[in-house]
């Protein structure tokens, strides 16, 4: 199945969200449309899950490191999740981040990666979310991109296996996308 993106005669808001089945696809809104992903596959989600422990054992007590699903509403017309998010802990309700991330991660998947490559660019950029990861996790590599003083998204670095990235934004934290794969990467 591939993520797709459903038409409507009006745009949808994040209260059509609620009706929304529980069937463990993710559905998200950009700009009024609704997009609707499958479940992720198991390097998708140890990949993912993974990086959120890396982030969560660096992260200082004013932030807070989230795996999805988690949503991200800044309007009603917006609602994302992604797959690993940190956020002012100040900002965060029990229900949602209605604020930019200070850091959105996207772990790519064969049905998701124009979307998360392209559109959700687009939108944590608009949003003002200073720094965007994306992860492959069939290379496995990690693109970093950040906002610049014109608040689009130059890319910082790409590393690709063992390569280190020592990050400082949002926090220090040293990222190898090899060993985010854990077991799954042959030895």
Not at 46 to 55: A, H, I, K, N, Q
Request: with cysteine; net charge negative.
């Amino acid at each position: 199945m591939t993520s797709m993106s459903v038409g409507a005669s009006t745009p949808f808001t994040v209260h059509d969200l609620e009706g929304m089945p529980d069937d463990g696809r993710r559905y998200e809104l950009l700009d009024g449309e609704l997009l609707v992903s499958p479940a992720p596959g198991l390097r998708h989600q140890t990949v993912g899950l993974r990086l959120y422990r890396v982030l969560d054992d660096a992260c200082p007590d004013d932030l807070y490191v989230l795996a999805a699903p988690f949503a991200v509403q800044t309007d009603v017309s917006n609602e994302v999740q992604p797959d690993v998010l940190v956020a002012r802990f100040d900002e965060l309700t029990d229900e949602n981040l209605p604020a930019a991330p200070v850091l959105a991660v996207e772990v790519l998947s064969p049905s998701g990666r124009l979307v998360d490559l392209n559109l959700k660019r687009a939108a944590y950029q608009r949003m003002g979310t200073p720094s965007y990861w994306v992860l492959d996790p069939d290379v496995p590599d990690l693109l970093v991109l950040e906002l610049d003083a014109d608040g689009r998204y130059h890319e910082v670095t790409r590393v690709v296996g063992d390569e280190v990235f020592e990050a400082h934004q949002p926090f220090k934290v040293r990222i190898v996308p090899v060993e985010l794969l854990g077991r799954l990467h042959p030895r």
